[in-house]
Each structure stands twice: as structure tokens, then as C-alpha cells.
């Protein structure tokens, strides 16, 4: 008869079997049709192929940590596809492990075990550990960090509150609200001022290190910011271009409201009651400072439109979110006793279906016509000739750059036209051979060589052969 300590480590291992498995599914399900997640690979490419650009954050609107990962493993793979997938895979292998430690040091092994098992399950984490984007890295490293705050306030050990900032600081290279993270801890250490002082000395020494080569570049200490905005900013006008309701409500009720499609209604209500209800004890203060910190903070930036709405972007806050829920379920067994069994089988069930589902679902896949598009690009486009991609949607250019297998630097960047009309400026484009437009307009004075659904390719006759 195996005692409590040895069923729960079994509890553990098959769990983090289930995580690995569910994630090794999604890898070979996924082809990584994301604009973002193509783009860190053409980052990876520019960066190897012009060494010199290595300061100058290639993507600036996204944490360099990562791309110089990606860059990293395409360097010793040769196979940017498969290593810059697999680099998400390890890393959100790793968040497993991170954040049962955590939530285990904060709250105890039986809610680690609860929370862990939903994350093993979580659709939306799954399929970002596949895709080459900086979400499970940043989870990983901040999840980590915060063990290691934690750890230090059990132990008063400054070897733990150093690995804490080191490792912050890395999650703020990753994704930029790292940062945030950084400044909420700090503001919990007040009380112990030369401990903060030291903790954001060490945490934000690779970020200033950072900001003082924008400086450099650009002589804008947050250049990378700039950037950001203008992005989220582009990213909310096309949400409305596609009719999407972004009122007050809307904005200000996102954040809140996203966990509830994480793990469903249930869980979301469960949560609710275990926060409020556990939440404010003097227990738990360190993680709700932390977590309604991020919420205040996202929603907020959600508000003025500096902060895209994207569902993956609250993961770090439906995770902290998470134990509350564990507490509650738990008790709630406790208090069904003989029929505690039935209840957490019907619950296994859910989560597990909920989670095959969604995936599903959620999975991106390439659409056949990018693959017709990047054939014919493939087969025509000659290695001393050029194509000029335009599209209303910026992330399906990454993937059509990458499906065609053309030399990257083949594409042109910027816009061939004249005050964006039919007419092309010539000069300087001698190479030109084809235009991609995806977008319902049509160009009416070039040849059209290739339609499908809304792409077109036109032919430029006045390129040299």
C-alpha cells in the first residue's frame, strides 16, 4: 500500500506525462501558421545573416531574448521550423514544472497538484508550446522567478532573491511586461529597502543595458515602446475594420473576463468564490498584490488602447488566478466526502474533453491558398528577381515569405506605389517581378497571373531577366 507522499508524486509524474503528451500531439498537428511566430523565424534568419544588427532588436516591438534563442538553435539545427518549435515545446514543458514549484511553496502540494493538472490541460498554453513565439519563455522565466521570490520569503536567503531578479530580468527581455513584474516586486521588498534596492539593481540590468542601446540606435531610451504602440494602435483599427465591438464595456471587462475562456464557466465561477472568499487573507498578500497589480495595469492600458486584446497576453494573470480556484475545489470535495470521488471524475472528464476540443479548434493551420500562392511564387520567381507582398492583414506575409523557400531578401519591404494607387514607381525596381496583393483590391494595368480567394499576383513587366 503506497503511503500519501508516494501518491502523490505518482499524482505528479502522470500529470506532467499528460502535459508532455498533450504537447508533443499539438507539435506534430501544428504547421506554426502564426504571422508573429513567423516572423521571429525571418528575424532569426536576418539576425545570422547580418551579425552586426545584433543590437538593433530586429523586431522592436518584442523582447530581444528570445529571437537570439531562436537564432541560437537555427544556428546549431540548420532547421529554423522544427528548432524554433521545439525551443516553445522545452520551454512550456518547463512552465509545468516552474509553476507547480511555485504554487506548492506558496500554497501547499495539493493545490500545486490541482493547478497544474489544469495547466497541463490548458488549450491556449498548449498550442503557444508550439508555436516559435515568446509566450512559453516568458512564462517559464517569469514563473520561475516568482519561486525564487517566494522561496526568499520563506528562507530570507539573498541567493534566492538574486535568482529571483536574474530571472525577472530575463522574462523582461522576453515579453516587455516583465518589467511590470519587476516594479511590483520591488514595491513588495519596501519594507526592506536595501534588499529591494538590490533586487532591482540586479533585475534590471540586462533592461537598461537594452534601453541604452535604442539609445544608441535611436536616441530614444524606449524606442521599443514606440514601436509597441504603434502596433497595438494598427491592431485595434483593424479589429474595428472587421466590425468588432471595442466600446468601454468591451475594454475595460476583457481581462476579467478572458479567464472565463481559458478553462470555462465552472472553473471561472469556482475561482471567483475561492478568491473572494481567500483572497485578502494576509496569507496569500504577496501573490494578489501581484495579480490584481497586472489586472489594474492591463486593463488600463486595454482602456486607452496601449494594450492589444490578446488572449495570450493574460496567461501569466488566468495562472495566478488559478490557485484560488484549486483552494475552493478542494474544499468542496472535502465537504462531499464518498461522493468527492464522483464530482472529481466528472471534473477530469470535463477538463480533459473541454481541452481536446478547443485545441481543436484553436490549432492554427495554414489555408490551402497560402500553399497554392507560395507554389507559384516557388516556381516562378527566379533567384535574381523580387516580390512586393501587400495585404490588409500583416501576419499572413511572415508565413508566405517563409512557405515560398525564396531567399528572404527577395522581398521587398516597402511600397512600390505611387501615393498608394495603381501606379507603379519603377525607378529602382528593375528586379520587380511579381505584386502579391491580398486584399479585395484589384490592379487593373498589370497582367494578373494568379487568383485565389482574395490574392492576386500580378506580373511587372519591367523587370531586367
Same mark, same amino acid.
Given at each position: 500500500?503506497?503511503?500519501? #507522499?508516494?501518491?502523490?508524486?505518482?499524482?505528479?509524474?502522470?500529470?506532467?506525462?499528460?502535459?508532455?503528451?498533450?504537447?508533443?500531439?499539438?507539435?506534430?498537428?501544428?504547421?506554426?501558421?502564426?504571422?508573429?511566430?513567423?516572423?521571429?523565424?525571418?528575424?532569426?534568419?536576418?539576425?545570422?545573416?547580418?551579425?552586426?544588427?545584433?543590437?538593433?532588436?530586429?523586431?522592436?516591438?518584442?523582447?530581444?531574448?528570445?529571437?537570439?534563442?531562436?537564432?541560437?538553435?537555427?544556428?546549431?539545427?540548420?532547421?529554423?521550423?522544427?528548432?524554433?518549435?521545439?525551443?516553445?515545446?522545452?520551454?512550456?514543458?518547463?512552465?509545468?514544472?516552474?509553476?507547480?514549484?511555485?504554487? +506548492?511553496?506558496?500554497?501547499?502540494?495539493?493545490?500545486?497538484?490541482?493547478?497544474?493538472?489544469?495547466?497541463?490541460?490548458?488549450?491556449?498554453?498548449?498550442?503557444?508550446?508550439?508555436?516559435?513565439?515568446?509566450?512559453?519563455?516568458?512564462?517559464?522565466?517569469?514563473?520561475?522567478?516568482?519561486?525564487?521570490?517566494?522561496?526568499?520569503?520563506?528562507?530570507?536567503?539573498?541567493?534566492?532573491?538574486?535568482?529571483?531578479?536574474?530571472?525577472?530580468?530575463?522574462?523582461?527581455?522576453?515579453?516587455?511586461?516583465?518589467?511590470?513584474?519587476?516594479?511590483?516586486?520591488?514595491?513588495?521588498?519596501?519594507?526592506? +529597502?536595501?534588499?529591494?534596492?538590490?533586487?532591482?539593481?540586479?533585475?534590471?540590468?540586462?533592461?537598461?543595458?537594452?534601453?541604452?542601446?535604442?539609445?544608441?540606435?535611436?536616441?530614444?531610451?524606449?524606442?521599443?515602446?514606440?514601436?509597441?504602440? #504603434?502596433?497595438?494602435?494598427?491592431?485595434? +483599427?483593424?479589429? +474595428?475594420?472587421?466590425?468588432?465591438?471595442?466600446?468601454?464595456?468591451?475594454?475595460?471587462?476583457?481581462?476579467?473576463?478572458?479567464?472565463?475562456?481559458?478553462?470555462?464557466?465552472?472553473?471561472?465561477?469556482?475561482?471567483?468564490?475561492?478568491?473572494?472568499?481567500?483572497?485578502?487573507?494576509?496569507?496569500?498578500?504577496?501573490?494578489?498584490?501581484?495579480?490584481?497589480?497586472?489586472?489594474?495595469?492591463?486593463?488600463?492600458?486595454?482602456?486607452?488602447?496601449?494594450?492589444?486584446?490578446?488572449?495570450?497576453?493574460?496567461?501569466?494573470?488566468?495562472?495566478?488566478?488559478?490557485?484560488?480556484?484549486?483552494?475552493?475545489?478542494?474544499?468542496?470535495?472535502?465537504?462531499?466526502?464518498?461522493?468527492?470521488?464522483?464530482?472529481?471524475?466528472?471534473?477530469?472528464?470535463?477538463?480533459?474533453?473541454?481541452?481536446?476540443?478547443?485545441?481543436?479548434?484553436?490549432?492554427?493551420?495554414?489555408?490551402?491558398?497560402?500553399?497554392?500562392?507560395?507554389?507559384?511564387?516557388?516556381?516562378?520567381?527566379?533567384?535574381?528577381?523580387?516580390?512586393?507582398?501587400?495585404?490588409?492583414?500583416?501576419?499572413?506575409?511572415?508565413?508566405?515569405?517563409?512557405?515560398?523557400?525564396? #531567399?528572404?531578401?527577395?522581398?521587398?519591404?516597402? #511600397?512600390?506605389?505611387?501615393?498608394?494607387?495603381?501606379?507603379?514607381?519603377?525607378?529602382?525596381?528593375?528586379?520587380?517581378?511579381?505584386?502579391?496583393?491580398?486584399?479585395?483590391?484589384?490592379?487593373?494595368?498589370?497582367?494578373?497571373?494568379?487568383?485565389?480567394?482574395?490574392?492576386?499576383?500580378?506580373?511587372?513587366?519591367?523587370?531586367?531577366?
Amino acid at each position: 500500500m503506497l503511503d500519501k #507522499n508516494s501518491r502523490k508524486k505518482i499524482i505528479y509524474w502522470v500529470i506532467l506525462g499528460c502535459a508532455i503528451f498533450m504537447r508533443i500531439v499539438a507539435f506534430f498537428d501544428s504547421d506554426n501558421f502564426h504571422g508573429i511566430a513567423m516572423g521571429k523565424i525571418i528575424a532569426a534568419y536576418s539576425l545570422l545573416a547580418h551579425p552586426g544588427r545584433l543590437i538593433a532588436w530586429i523586431v522592436p516591438a518584442h523582447g530581444p531574448l528570445h529571437l537570439y534563442l531562436v537564432a541560437i538553435s537555427l544556428k546549431l539545427s540548420g532547421n529554423a521550423y522544427a528548432s524554433a518549435c521545439v525551443l516553445s515545446l522545452l520551454f512550456g514543458v518547463g512552465i509545468c514544472i516552474a509553476y507547480f514549484h511555485m504554487v +506548492r511553496i506558496y500554497f501547499n502540494e495539493k493545490t500545486a497538484i490541482c493547478s497544474m493538472f489544469l495547466l497541463a490541460f490548458f488549450p491556449l498554453h498548449i498550442v503557444y508550446s508550439v508555436l516559435s513565439t515568446a509566450e512559453t519563455a516568458f512564462l517559464f522565466f517569469l514563473f520561475s522567478g516568482l519561486f525564487f521570490f517566494l522561496k526568499y520569503k520563506n528562507s530570507n536567503k539573498d541567493k534566492d532573491l538574486i535568482f529571483s531578479a536574474l530571472i525577472l530580468g530575463l522574462a523582461s527581455m522576453c515579453r516587455f511586461e516583465g518589467g511590470l513584474f519587476i516594479i511590483i516586486v520591488t514595491v513588495l521588498l519596501v519594507q526592506q +529597502r536595501k534588499k529591494a534596492l538590490i533586487f532591482l539593481l540586479v533585475a534590471s540590468l540586462m533592461p537598461v543595458v537594452w534601453m541604452w542601446c535604442n539609445y544608441l540606435l535611436s536616441g530614444n531610451f524606449l524606442e521599443f515602446l514606440l514601436a509597441s504602440d #504603434n502596433i497595438v494602435k494598427t491592431e485595434f +483599427r483593424f479589429q +474595428r475594420s472587421l466590425g468588432m465591438n471595442l466600446g468601454f464595456f468591451a475594454r475595460i471587462s476583457y481581462w476579467p473576463l478572458i479567464f472565463k475562456s481559458y478553462f470555462g464557466l465552472p472553473v471561472f465561477l469556482i475561482a471567483c468564490w475561492g478568491f473572494i472568499e481567500h483572497g485578502f487573507k494576509r496569507q496569500y498578500r504577496e501573490i494578489v498584490c501581484i495579480f490584481l497589480s497586472v489586472l489594474v495595469f492591463f486593463s488600463y492600458k486595454t482602456l486607452f488602447e496601449e494594450l492589444a486584446m490578446q488572449p495570450r497576453y493574460g496567461m501569466s494573470l488566468g495562472l495566478l488566478f488559478l490557485p484560488f480556484f484549486s483552494i475552493k475545489f478542494l474544499e468542496i470535495l472535502k465537504l462531499l466526502r464518498k461522493r468527492s470521488v464522483v464530482v472529481l471524475l466528472v471534473f477530469i472528464i470535463y477538463v480533459v474533453f473541454r481541452c481536446a476540443f478547443l485545441q481543436v479548434s484553436m490549432m492554427p493551420r495554414t489555408p490551402y491558398w497560402i500553399n497554392q500562392t507560395a507554389s507559384f511564387l516557388k516556381e516562378n520567381v527566379g533567384s535574381d528577381q523580387t516580390v512586393y507582398i501587400e495585404t490588409e492583414e500583416d501576419n499572413l506575409k511572415a508565413p508566405l515569405k517563409i512557405y515560398s523557400d525564396l #531567399n528572404l531578401e527577395q522581398f521587398i519591404d516597402y #511600397n512600390p506605389f505611387s501615393q498608394e494607387v495603381e501606379l507603379l514607381n519603377v525607378n529602382g525596381l528593375k528586379h520587380l517581378r511579381f505584386i502579391v496583393l491580398i486584399s479585395r483590391r484589384e490592379l487593373k494595368n498589370l497582367k494578373e497571373m494568379f487568383r485565389v480567394n482574395n490574392c492576386k499576383i500580378y506580373e511587372v513587366k519591367n523587370y531586367e531577366k
